[in-house]
């Protein structure tokens, strides 16, 4: 079920971290939660990735809303629960959450579309505890989780410490290879796995984020932390960013 985890060197009591922890949506053949973190609030200092699965009627409201919001994005309101029953290595791993679904971010004027429904985790992509208290190191490398399907890929900004920012995206990623130097071919990350993307040339802070409709190169680190990791030089484009956040990572 799990992916990535990391305690981020801290470690928490399921009391201590109960709260309505609010949840970016995102995706169509495979959907995403991305926890909607904040350093002011202990009980919001995490990093969480989820793959879910919507009951039918949910799902088919959730993938029309998709075609008329017009831009704008879906989130998950969720009935309090502590965060840290979704991480892996809990004593009750959670594998559900009751909420609300919601057009627009539901704490600043979204519109609920699907209430009292049920979200089915059927992953932890990436789970990770931030420590407030930590500073952030703003020369480190402009730095992505990259995660997804073989017809669609995502970017989530690694978010380490703060100031710091919250920031989802989709991506095209392509590799030139070693017997076809001229033919680049599109890149699969595979097994829904969560990778690193590292961009060239750029430094971890808001100013220097990837932006909308641009092409980069960088460094994809698959299966990073294991002794199968490997480094795959890339090309990238982006689309539009759903979702950018520093406010509540200050």
Known sequence: MSNHHDHGGDHHHHAD?????????????????SHLPMFSMPEHCFQ???????????????????HTANGAFHTFKPKPFPITELDPQA???RNSMAGTLVQGHFERGGTPIVKNTT???????YFRALDPQAEHDRQRPLTYLCFGSPTQLWLAHEITARPDFDQVLPVQLTV??????????????GDGR???LQIDGRRDNPEER????????????????????????VNLETGAALYFEADELR
């Not at 969480?48 to 998709?66: E, G, I, K």
């Not at 979200?119 to 992509?125: A, N, S, Y």
């Not at 990837?210 to 994809?220: F, I, M, N, P, Q």
């Open 91 to 93: 004593d009750s791993e």
């Open 48 to 66: 969480v990735l989820l793959q879910v699965s919507l009951d039918p009627t949910a799902q088919a409201t959730y993938r029309a809303s998709l």
């Open 210 to 233: 990837l932006r909308d409709h641009e092409r980069a190169v960088g460094t994809l680190i698959l299966m990073p932390g294991t002794r199968g990791h490997r480094e795959v030089k």
């Open 119 to 125: 979200v089915q985790v059927g992953r932890v992509q």
């Open 176 to 189: 030139t290879t070693a017997d076809s130097p001229g033919t680049p071919r599109a890149l699969d990350v």
């Open 17 to 33: 971290t109960m709260g309505v922890h609010g949840m970016l949506v995102f995706g169509d053949d495979r959907i995403y939660l």
């Open 194 to 196: 969560v990778s690193l």
